[in-house]
């Protein structure tokens, strides 16, 4: 039934609950899956924050996170035999970095968490998981912690 899934990573613990179904959707239909991780480049720092990183410190922790999210995503996925690519996406927004990644890959089916933002933190930043849900033609596999 779903030939590529695609599941946006982020080393969450709803992300790590989102590989889990990837690979048991992967393994009963016998897809490939591609993992990927979606870094802004130019974030709206200090909501929650008590300092605001320099550029280049932000770029060079925020690869580091998304290199170890992928590092897991790809081991728990290959580990299960489930055949796995992986991509480090820069783009301004973390939706359509995703979709535009789904449509790249020919992705059929997108699994991905939900973070379950509530109150002020949900009406500054959003949920890009909304986001991709309104914005995709694809379906989308929603995964609550």
Known sequence: MFKHILVPVDGSATAQLAIQK???LANAFGSCVTAIYVINPYPFTGVGTDFAYGQAEYLSAATAQ?????KHAKSALEQAGVSVETSL????????????AAESVQADLIVMGSHGRSGLEKL????VT???LTHTHLPV?????
Request: no cysteine; aromatic share 4%; proline share 3%.
């Open 130 to 132: 909304q986001a991709v």
């Open 22 to 24: 990837a690979l048991g």
């Open 124 to 127: 500054l930043l959003g949920s």
């Open 141 to 145: 596999l929603v995964v609550r912690d």
């Open 66 to 70: 998304a290199n170890a999210a992928i």
């Open 89 to 100: 996406i820069e783009a301004p927004a973390t939706w359509r970095g995703i979709i535009q």
